[in-house]
C-alpha cells in the first residue's frame, strides 16, 4: 500500500492509517519503533491476538479498556486469572469478548512466566526473530520467514493464538522489521531508531 499525505499536517504517511488523532500518533510514535519491554510486548502480542478478524482500529479504541481488564497486561497477574476473571471479561462490554481469546490470554501469561525464567526475558527470545536489517517480509505482506518460525516456536511452547500473520502484525508494531513505506515521513525515523536500539540478550 502506498504512502498518502491526505492528512491535515501535510505529512505523508503509510497508507493504512486514517486521519484521527489517536491513529496518527500511534503510527507516528509507537507503530514500528523498537520496543524491549517485557510488558508492553506481551501486551502487543495479546493485542494483536484479539485484532485477528477485527481492524486494528478496532482494537486500538478499546486499548484502555483491555488495559484495566487484564491488570495492564501484568503476566504475573494474569496467570492467576480463574473461571471469576474469564466469566467478569466475558461481561466486559469495553473489550473483545471472545472466549477463545481470552483464554488465550490467561495460558499465554503462564507461558511468558516460564520464558522469563527460561530466557531471562521476552525480548531476548522474541528478537532472535528479527528480520535482517529490518527488511519487509518478500512472502506477500502479512507473513515472513521469520514470522512463521516465531508462530512455530511459540506454539510448540504452548502459546495459542500465535499464528504466523499475527505474529508478523506483532513483529512490525514492535520494531522487529521496518514496514513503513518508504515515502511515510516515518520511514527514516523507525529505520534510526532500530540502529540506535540495543537488542536483549
Not at 20 to 33: F, I, L, P, Q
Not at 44 to 53: A, D, N, R
Not at 61 to 81: G, I, L, M
Not at 129 to 142: V, Y
Request: with cysteine.
Amino acid at each position: 500500500m502506498q504512502a498518502k499525505n491526505d492528512f491535515p499536517d501535510g505529512l505523508a504517511r503509510c497508507g493504512w492509517v486514517d486521519t484521527s488523532a489517536e491513529y496518527m500518533a500511534y503510527h507516528d510514535t509507537e507503530w514500528g519503533r523498537p520496543q524491549g519491554d517485557d510488558r508492553a510486548l506481551f501486551e502487543q502480542l495479546c493485542l494483536e491476538g484479539f485484532q485477528s478478524g477485527l481492524s486494528w482500529r478496532t482494537i486500538l479504541n478499546k486499548r484502555q479498556a483491555f488495559r484495566r481488564a487484564f491488570a495492564n497486561f501484568d503476566p504475573a497477574r494474569v496467570a492467576k486469572f480463574g473461571d471469576k476473571e474469564i466469566q467478569a471479561l466475558l461481561a466486559d462490554a469495553g473489550i473483545v469478548r471472545h472466549r477463545g481469546k481470552i483464554e488465550a490470554v490467561i495460558n499465554n501469561a503462564g507461558r511468558a512466566l516460564e520464558m522469563i525464567d527460561r530466557e531471562g526475558s521476552l525480548a531476548a527470545f522474541f528478537w532472535r526473530f528479527e528480520a535482517p536489517d529490518g527488511a519487509p517480509s518478500t512472502l506477500g505482506g502479512s507473513t515472513s520467514e521469520q514470522s512463521i518460525a516465531l508462530s512455530k516456536a511459540l506454539k510448540k511452547l504452548g502459546w495459542k493464538f500465535v499464528g504466523p500473520t499475527t505474529v508478523y502484525a506483532f513483529m512490525q508494531s514492535v520494531g522487529m522489521v521496518n514496514d513503513h513505506n518508504p515515502g511515510c515521513h516515518c520511514h527514516a525515523p523507525s529505520a534510526a531508531a532500530r540502529k540506535s536500539f540495543s537488542r536483549p540478550r
